[in-house]
């Protein structure tokens, strides 16, 4: 395997769990520690992050220093290197790398590795460096500069008369189920895809969430106007033949009666917002604008951990 173009391999394992390889020995060993403690989204991101690291920096593990680091670092923010491995951005006039929170996401996988590394013996120190030192480290150790700053900026949301017009754009009673659970009921994109028909509870108004972000589960109360399309939807539109017990199934082509898909989804909403005019509309988007009205309609003696809850916070 070349060191300057690893390859992502994905497969199945015996009881049908992604596994996910790079042909990199340690690399390899560390995605199988993680897969035993984390989500498998969280094992792909990391795959992918080691993925576009060592192509950039195109070194064995034990190699790596800390200025191979500062340099991944400059590459990913400026777009310079390997055009492949970098996802440009506009700013501006001008051309741009990654995002702040995307290069701090990569440092974080990367630290963790070579942590893990250091753990096992691979090697002596963890070459991600902690920050960059200052004149004032000697009295205050550890205080140094961030290798990145990143700037946290307000989700943003839909308006009222937006969300009417995203919703009169929806073609079938599925689409706007599937909306009226993100922007009313405040669930992420894979929560709505992953719904099974045992989680509604039509008779509670509510949505048992099985499989949640880290894996938590919830029951969160929708807005009765999700179910009255959700009801439509199951009654007129559903095949009655689909072989899944997915909530969520393609209406046409030779896909129909199976899960909808992420892409799926995206082009339908991408779709209905190019109708409606609108600048904007993600499934992030519709979420937090459901957290934002929940927050501003909230009792004021209502806990934040109760409203956190529903939410299925602490995580985007």
């Given at each position: ?114 942590a893990y590394l250091q753990a096992c013996g691979e ?53 706007r189920a599937m909306v009226a659970a993100m922007v ?49 939807y199951l009654d007129t539109e559903r095949p009655v ?76």
């Amino acid at each position: 395997m070349s060191l300057s173009d690893p390859l992502l391999i994905r497969s199945r394992g015996p009881s049908g769990e992604p596994v996910l390889r790079l042909g990199m020995p340690l690399v390899d060993e560390y995605l199988e520690f993680l897969g035993g403690r984390c989500r498998p989204n969280t094992v792909l991101a990391a795959a992918y992050d080691l993925k576009v690291f060592f192509t950039v920096v195109a070194k064995p593990p034990a190699e790596v220093a800390s200025v191979d680091v500062l340099g991944f670092i400059t590459a990913q923010r400026t777009g310079s290197g390997n055009s492949s491995v970098v996802q440009q951005v506009a700013v501006g006039q001008e051309t741009a790398g990654v995002a702040t929170s995307t290069v701090a996401r990569r440092l974080s996988i990367i630290s963790g590795f070579f942590a893990y590394l250091q753990a096992c013996g691979e090697v002596t120190a963890n070459p991600v460096p902690r920050g960059l030192p200052t004149r004032r480290e000697r009295s205050r150790p550890g205080q140094g500069v961030p290798l990145t700053r990143r700037t946290r900026r307000l989700p943003r949301i839909l308006t009222p008369p937006e969300v009417d017009g995203l919703t009169a754009a929806l073609r079938t009673h599925r689409d706007r189920a599937m909306v009226a659970a993100m922007v009313l009921g405040g669930l992420r994109r894979s929560e709505v895809l992953r719904l099974r028909l045992d989680d509604l509870r039509v008779a509670e108004r509510r949505v048992f969430i099985a499989d949640g972000k880290g894996g938590h589960q919830r029951l969160v109360p929708v807005s009765s106007r999700f179910f009255t399309e959700l009801v439509a939807y199951l009654d007129t539109e559903r095949p009655v033949d689909a072989d899944t017990d997915h909530v969520f199934v393609v209406l046409k082509g030779p896909t129909r009666g199976q899960p909808l898909s992420v892409r799926g989804l995206d082009e339908m909403l991408a779709g209905a917002k190019r109708r409606a005019g609108l600048a904007h509309a993600t499934c992030h988007e519709l979420r937090h604008t459901c957290l934002t009205r929940l927050r501003e309609a909230a009792r004021p003696d209502m806990p934040l951990t109760v409203r956190s809850r529903m939410a299925g916070a602490g995580d985007g």
